[in-house]
């Protein structure tokens, strides 16, 4: 999934000459509490409710406010991962679309992008995950995925994120296409790595979408 197809072309973009009035019933009337800000085809930022409320200038052109989010946005042929880690970076709700002519094209919001992952085969999917801890000069995705798929699994996914307690160590989070994962801890384990939590998924597509229910009402979507 890619930049250019998760577009919310029912958002559209300020410019400087619209009024704050404007761009607060915009945001009222699409849910948002952010709005993309362009001249003529050039993202110039994102202007917020909170902007707007803290100068309690109603009257004022969006150009009269300093605008956030310069560096929020992507380019179009980027990955779901690239939107969802620039929002996260930038504190955003929504992420603007460039194209490679650096001009504005569109707009993402999180939800939609959060909605788009859930969707995707690697979660919908049922399979167990396993989650390691290992030194990054240890890891090669490669090496993983010859000793998993030796037992006749597959990755469906994986992940990394860094190790708060150790920089020089990672947590690797893996989504199997299996429910059993033991022989694969026991098949790990034999070569030395060290596995840190597993999580084996035999839940129904019903109790799933509760969860995915709750995740989405947890992030006011």
Not at 25 to 52: A, C, N, Q
Not at 73 to 97: G, I, P, R, W
Not at 106 to 125: E, H, M, P, R
């Amino acid at each position: 999934m890619i930049a250019h197809e998760l577009i919310n072309h029912m958002i559209p973009p300020l410019k400087l000459t619209d009024d704050s009035a404007k761009a607060i019933t915009w945001m009222e009337e699409l849910r948002v509490k952010e709005l993309p800000v362009i001249d003529e085809e050039s993202f110039k930022g994102l202007i917020s409710e909170d902007i707007i409320f803290t100068s309690n200038e109603l009257s004022s052109k969006v150009g009269d406010f300093l605008l956030s989010g310069q560096s929020c946005f992507v380019y179009e042929d980027k990955h779901l991962y690239d939107v969802m880690k620039v929002s996260t970076d930038n504190d955003s709700q929504v992420v603007a679309v460039l194209d490679k002519e650096d001009k504005y094209i569109g707009v993402i919001t999180i939800q939609d992008a959060l909605i788009a992952f859930a969707q995707s085969a690697a979660v919908q999917s049922q399979g167990g995950i396993l989650v390691l801890s290992m030194k990054k000069i240890d890891y090669s995705m490669a090496e993983l995925a010859r000793l998993i798929e030796a037992d006749d699994v597959k990755i469906l996914s994986s992940s990394i994120q860094s190790d708060l307690l150790d920089p020089e160590k990672i947590k690797l989070t893996l989504k199997l296409n299996t429910i059993d994962v033991s022989r694969t801890v026991a098949t790990l384990e034999r070569f030395n790595y060290k596995i840190i939590a597993t999580f084996e998924e035999s839940l129904g597509n019903d109790v799933n979408q509760e969860r995915l229910d709750i995740l989405f009402k947890f992030l006011d979507i």
